[in-house]
């Protein structure tokens, strides 16, 4: 069967999925244009500001409209943070304390947070005598038993939820799934903080996890919410409890929210927020079309493509590394940017292998424009997401077929 047959093929199956996902995308910026008129954001909020920050109205109408789009009481958005796991880390280190124990029950955490939490001599959670245990998961879902017993026998300031599959062969986790983990923690008796790491899944559902029990989510800009145009930055999002201490890690304590400025104005993270919701509309579509199309050629691909996901990621599973790193480079060579470029594995700052990535990306790294990446392990898994336009994300699905074929 040639390429395009496949791929029409695949668009004739995915129609009622598609349009799933155009609701949802209608749903989301509906939800963020209400909060961009409810703060009465103007022009005068993507100026820049300098020094301190004091007053700089751009910053904290950002925030509020983050945080009325998130179901939040307040939240933080800024360019000072600087990846998602440095904004994860941020949020963590404002809530925890010395002799704090948190437990994480969503399995091991992303490469990245391993060496945050357990790191020795490094400036970690451990190094500051701050524990974290892991309830593994049970064919990809949490181990509500093992969850009960876990909090029965400790008292914990914080139970941590990983929204996304990170480098693990599972579906990620719904937003109804994660408000089954929220009411059953406090069904338990747990009157602490639930953080969830929100990264790669927002807006592909009508809520957010602040808006099901979750007291803090946290994110990176060059993933959705920035909507490809983001520069850089995170955000913090929750309870006003909690976000007073956090503002006081992302600054100093004395002075929390009340400074930050921001040389290049903020329109960029504006407008990346207005169009974010359309944008994972896109990525989702796109996903889903390379998706069926592997899977029509027997490749295992998760999530299945016969739902809408939950969130951007997609795993495709190879039997060699050629095949993975084959894969990576056919997704580099359909970018707009560095497309004559191969890439190569390299040891990455926070990753326990060799990680090979292809991000020919506008915005460096941006996994909310069409990139891929893997770790050289066993099984060989590559993690395909992001895409601004359908439109390119079909154009590269026809020719990594043609390449795999």
């Not at 209608?26 to 961009?36: D, G, M, P, T, Y």
């Not at 307040?74 to 010395?98: N, W």
């Not at 009340?258 to 504006?270: D, I, L, T």
Request: aromatic fraction near 12%.
């Amino acid at each position: 069967m040639r390429t395009d047959e496949i791929i029409i093929s695949a668009e004739e199956r995915l129609k009622p999925l598609f349009e799933q996902i155009d609701g949802i995308a209608l749903f989301n910026q509906e939800k963020v244009l209400s909060a961009f008129s409810e703060e009465r954001i103007a022009m005068r909020h993507f100026m820049q500001s300098n020094g301190y920050g004091y007053g700089d109205e751009g910053r904290d109408s950002l925030g509020k409209v983050f945080a009325r789009t998130f179901g939040a009481e307040r939240a933080i958005v800024s360019p000072a943070l600087l990846s998602g796991t440095h904004t994860i880390t941020v949020a963590l280190f404002g809530i925890l304390r010395p002799d704090d124990r948190a437990l994480i029950i969503t399995g091991t955490p992303y490469d990245t947070i391993r060496k945050v939490l357990w790191g020795e001599g490094n400036g970690s959670f451990r190094d500051f005598g701050i524990s974290f245990d892991t309830v593994e998961l049970q064919n990809g879902k949490v181990d509500f038993p093992a969850v009960s017993d876990r909090l029965k026998k400790h008292d914990y300031k914080m139970v941590y939820i990983q929204r996304s599959r990170g480098y693990e062969l599972r579906d990620s986790f719904t937003v109804g799934e994660i408000e089954k983990m929220c009411s059953f923690v406090r069904a338990c008796g747990f009157g602490g903080c639930i953080f969830c790491d929100n990264c790669y899944g927002e807006f592909c559902e009508t809520k957010e996890p602040t808006e099901v029990g979750a007291d803090l989510i946290a994110g990176s800009l060059i993933k959705n919410p920035g909507g490809g145009l983001a520069p850089t930055g995170g955000y913090i999002a929750g309870r006003e409890a909690f976000m007073e201490l956090v503002e006081g890690r992302l600054t100093a304590p004395s002075v929390g929210a009340e400074v930050g400025s921001y040389a290049y104005g903020y329109r960029q993270f504006y407008q990346g927020f207005f169009l974010a919701p359309h944008v994972v509309s896109e990525i989702l579509k796109g996903g889903l079309l390379i998706g069926a199309c592997l899977e029509s050629l027997g490749y295992t691909t998760y999530p299945k493509a016969d739902g809408v996901p939950a969130d951007i990621t997609r795993a495709v599973r190879f039997d060699t590394e050629k095949q993975l790193t084959d894969f990576i480079v056919s997704v580099q060579e359909c970018s707009p940017v560095d497309s004559f470029v191969r890439p190569e594995a390299w040891d990455m700052p926070g990753y326990e292998n060799k990680v090979i990535m292809a991000a020919g990306t506008f915005v460096s790294g941006a996994t909310s424009e069409l990139s891929a990446d893997a770790p050289i392990r066993v099984p060989y898994v590559a993690y395909f997401q992001g895409g601004l336009t359908y439109e390119h994300l079909k154009i590269a699905c026809k020719r990594i077929l043609e390449k795999l074929m």
